[in-house]
């Protein structure tokens, strides 16, 4: 069987095929590599690389809606006429190589991966068909064990179900010393003596695929010296049928066998692919599966190991409203309690309404880190980022001095960062585009490693699928409490597969090292300080202890009966001095909101509008960054209202909260 796959001569790869298979690995931060393209069996292939390994996609010509698909595993160029019939019938056709790897824990995050490439960048249909051929089967049935909400059904020829009958050779087969030499390095094991107690085997734990009804078909030779039947496939279908799963046996007996009985023909290819087909009319439309929209990245194994260990955990919340207000991000902590339960954990809620990433960056230290050492810190801005008009480099640095600074302070911190849903990303979505906010958050999150959660694609995707309406059930970018659920299901489930697998006792934390910044001019040291407390001298502007509005609109926590320094005087200058690269000021822009001018360092003066689109009905928090690129240094921001005001204002006044600068030197 290995001398089976014999690789052709490749055509050289289209630029088309170039073009999808580039956006892809930006969209995703996957390592592929475009290689040939070409034809198999009439339809159209690409022969690429994958995270280093061997992929092959074949194209059916008439794919069916919902584009379903057949993942192979092991000898693609073997029997091939099931897959041929697949193809006419409107499946797409993948391999990934694997060989090597005998279905190992390694083996299946590699198809972890593709699966979520497969299903998230292509659009494949989220219930896959598996075949799994000879040593094939350990692949199949491991990764389907562990996955079964993602099998349409499963066909196996020859399988191996148990590597005690091969490679090892413990029963009545032949066995094959060079394969479980490999297999014995592969699977961690010191000794015989822990591969023959090892109870990780298909056969082991085929009951758990049984509840949930995948179908399976197998083909067998009854003569197989090498994978015996009674040793592999028999005992499993038996096992499976005993726990309620549906099984079809079929022995192959036409011909002549080859290879000591382990190559047989085929009789009925047809009566296979229809199996196949059925099963994936009759199971292809099943919920749509979470981890396609999860990237996990460098995982969460800090913190993991934090709360395990110390049985203490520092977790922090930081967004605007969606994250204020209660629903995900309250399941999430009640999740992490029961998921640890011997751990003390302290929640830090820091979501504030209308705040982005600009703000995040800036009040961070305020309502983060000065709490303590963040262990698991959640971010989410996708939805004020873009609602809120920050351009595509602002999203870059206000997120990058998010992670940097939150690394800077713990090296060690897990981050994860959530993109929300509104009906614009939907809409780009469906125009088959990437939202540009989630573009410029992916960028950061893949040069820092961090792990994403795509809500705003899984939303989108459900929808589509027909699971829920955006009007009936979601109903706004404020998520109904059935729309928070949604949230919170898919966080979990992200949390459930992060903190899985076994932490070994010589496991240890990994610091990460800071890399180039990808913005030098990122906002990595953001520091805001109340404006009344940050000038000496300010003359014509008055300094109000406890500010609340006298015309009845409204206002946000932390904006009202506070101390703000006003001006409703022109020409009336207010200095302010920092050490740092970046200045900006945070205001309650209301239904009179000036316009200011503003210079640093007695250089132009320049102007800011400071009414927003909201600001006819509320005195709305907002950051206005009026430097950015300075020399590190002292500096002088100078403000003056400007005289002019936008047409849609009532008044000529401006309210400043605070002061916040990206710090160095003395203000570091």
């Known amino acids: 069987m290995e001398n089976v796959l014999q690789p052709k001569k490749m055509m050289k790869f289209s630029f088309i095929l170039l073009l999808l298979f580039v956006m892809a690995q930006i969209a995703l931060g996957q390592t592929l590599v475009p290689n040939h ?26 794919p069916l809606p919902g584009k379903p698909w057949v993942w192979r595993a092991r000898f693609p160029e073997w029997h091939t006429k099931m897959d041929s ?19 190992s824990d390694r083996a299946i995050e590699v198809w972890d991966n593709f699966y979520c490439w497969v299903t998230s960048s292509l659009g494949w249909q989220n219930k896959v068909v598996l075949e799994g051929v000879s040593r094939g089967g350990l692949f199949v049935l491991n990764w389907s064990i562990r996955n079964p909400e993602k099998v349409a059904s499963i066909y196996l020829e020859a399988p191996v179900c148990d590597f005690k009958s091969w490679p090892a050779g413990w029963g009545d087969g032949l066995g094959s010393d060079q394969d479980w030499k490999k297999l014995m390095a592969e699977y961690g094991f010191e000794n015989e003596e822990q591969s023959r107690i090892y109870q990780g085997n298909p056969i082991d734990q085929i009951q758990k695929l049984a509840k949930h009804k995948v179908p399976i078909m197998i083909m067998i030779g009854l003569d197989d010296k090498h ?22 046996i079929i022995p192959c007996t036409s011909g002549t066998p080859t290879m000591e009985g382990h190559h047989f023909p085929i009789e009925t290819p047809s009566v ?13 439309s099943a919920p749509l599966f979470s981890d396609a929209y999860h990237h996990m990245r460098n995982g969460l194994q800090n913190s993991r190991l934090v709360f395990e260990r110390t049985q203490k955990g520092r977790v922090a919340f930081l967004g605007g409203s969606i994250t204020y207000n209660p629903g995900w991000r309250d399941s999430v902590k009640n999740y992490l309690v029961k998921r640890f339960p011997r751990t003390t ?6 979501g504030i309404p209308s705040m982005g990433t ?13 709490k303590g050492k963040i262990d698991l810190l959640f971010e989410e801005a996708a939805v004020n980022d873009h609602t809120n008009g920050r351009s595509p480099i602002e999203q870059v640095r206000g997120m990058e001095g998010i992670v940097r600074h939150t690394i800077r302070d713990n090296p060690a911190v897990d981050i994860v960062m959530m993109h929300f849903v509104d009906p614009e990303k939907m809409k780009t979505y469906r125009n088959g585009k990437v939202p540009e906010v989630i573009e410029n958050h992916e960028r950061v999150a893949e040069h820092y490693g961090i792990p994403t959660i795509n809500l705003a694609k899984e939303v989108t995707d459900r929808i589509d699928h027909g699971e829920f309406t955006w009007e009936g059930d979601f109903q706004n970018l404020h998520p109904s409490p059935f729309g928070q659920q949604v949230y919170a299901n898919s966080i979990i489930h992200f949390l459930d597969r992060a903190f899985g697998g076994r932490v070994d006792p010589d496991d240890k934390a990994i610091a990460r090292e800071l890399p180039q910044p990808l913005d030098n001019n990122s906002y990595d040291n953001g520091k805001l300080a109340t404006a009344i407390s940050s000038v000496t001298k300010t003359k014509g502007w008055l300094e109000v202890q406890d500010w609340e509005p006298s015309d009845g609109v ?54 800011q509008d400071l009414f927003t689109p909201w600001s006819h009905f509320l005195h709305l928090p907002w950051y206005y960054t009026l430097g950015v690129g300075l020399d590190e240094g002292r500096h002088t921001l100078q403000i003056k209202l400007a005289g002019t005001k936008n047409s849609n204002s009532k008044g000529n006044a401006v309210r ?10 003395d203000d570091n």
């Open 85 to 103: 019939i697949l193809l006419e019938k409107g499946f797409n056709i993948a391999y990934i190589n694997t060989d090597g790897m005998y279905g």
């Open 345 to 350: 954990f302290e929640f830090v809620d820091a």
């Open 227 to 248: 994978v015996p039947p009674k040793e592999n496939a028999l005992p499993l279908a038996e096992k499976y049928i005993g726990s309620g799963g549906p099984v079809t």
């Open 656 to 665: 400043i909260r605070y002061f916040y600068w990206n710090a160095t030197g």
């Open 37 to 62: 393209s070409g034809k198999w069996m009439g339809f159209d292939k690409t022969d690429s690389l994958f995270d280093g390994k061997e992929m092959r996609l074949v194209y059916s010509r008439t």
């Open 554 to 607: 409204g206002t946000r926590e932390n904006y009202v009966n506070v101390p703000m320094l006003i001006s409703k005087l022109p020409k009336k200058k207010l200095n302010f001095v920092f050490h740092g690269s970046a200045v900006g000021i945070a205001v309650a822009a209301g239904p009179d909101a000036a316009t200011i001018a503003y210079r640093i360092d007695k250089g132009d003066w320049h102007y």
């Open 358 to 370: 600009t703000p995040g960056a800036f009040r961070l230290e305020r309502d983060v880190l000065s």
């Open 272 to 284: 296979a692919a229809e199996f196949l087909s059925f099963h994936q009319r009759k199971n292809g």
